[in-house]
């Protein structure tokens, strides 16, 4: 099973940008389905983008216009490029390939101050 490493959190300030990084070992992604699903606290984890192996994007209605997902399969890593942050953003990112049964990074903080 792949293996996913998630970086690139942190603070961030409303209307700053920051980038997430996933990167995957033990198999290649170049034929997965990938995605980014957070969750904030007390709340359910909602699924934020992903991206097909053709790189056919589809994005929560919250996030679309501000975050692109993205993949470089000759790195074997996904981005998720987020852009006029806000404080509801506040969240643990978690990368994701071939959906809820697949596999699953550690997550990664991302905090967004007002």
């Known amino acids: 099973q792949v293996q996913l490493v998630e970086s690139g959190g942190g603070l961030g300030q409303a209307g700053g940008s920051l980038r997430l990084s996933c990167a995957a070992s033990r198999r290649a992604i170049i034929d997965y389905f990938m995605g980014w699903v957070r969750q904030a606290p007390g709340k359910q984890r909602e699924l934020v983008a992903t991206?097909?192996?053709?790189?056919?994007?589809h994005y929560a209605d919250s996030v679309k216009g501000r975050f692109t997902i993205s993949r470089d399969d000759a790195n074997n890593t996904v981005y998720l490029q987020m852009n006029s942050l806000k404080p509801e953003d506040t969240a643990v990112y978690y990368c994701n390939s071939e959906g809820y049964f697949g596999s699953w990074g550690q997550g990664t903080q991302v905090t967004v101050s007002s």
């Open positions: 991206i097909t192996s053709g790189g056919s994007t």
